[in-house]
Nanobody
Framework: QVQLVESGGGLVQDGGSLRLSCAAS????????MAWFRQTPGKERDFVAG????????PNADSGKGRFTISRDNAKHMLYLQMNNLNREDSAVYYCAALTWPQVYKDSCRYDSWGQGTQVTVSS
């Protein structure tokens, strides 16, 4: 399995920005699809955005539309999520995930590697 470590979460005011990072190590393959999910207490993990092996992106049509941008640097084994104009509904634990398949899926059950998560809290 790929090992994933997220960073960049924290407390931010309403309307602010954060950039999350995910460092991959281990048997990392550039043709893995990778994605960001988020989860709040008592709820399932929701797909935020995904990146296929070539860097093609799949945004979530609902959450983060027009505000979140996913990107990856295969040379550095990194995945990023730029989040702008954050609001309280974006508060959650954000997880990085990888799939041993080049195509992005929105179903969390498809992913076989997960990071430990990073907390994002947006205050009004």
């Amino acid at each position: 399995q790929v090992q994933l470590v997220e960073s960049g979460g924290g407390l931010v005011q309403d309307g602010g920005s954060l950039r999350l990072s995910c460092a991959a190590s281990g048997p990392y393959l550039s043709y893995n699809a990778m994605a960001w999910f988020r989860q709040t207490p008592g709820k399932e993990r929701d797909f935020v955005a995904g990146s296929d092996w070539s860097g093609g992106t799949t945004p979530n049509a609902d959450s983060g539309k027009g505000r979140f941008t996913i990107s990856r640097d295969n040379a550095k084994h990194m995945l990023y999520l730029q989040m702008n104009n954050l609001n309280r509904e974006d508060s959650a634990v954000y997880y990085c995930a990888a799939l041993t398949w080049p195509q992005v899926y929105k179903d969390s059950c498809r992913y076989d590697s997960w990071g430990q998560g990073t907390q994002v809290t947006v205050s009004s």
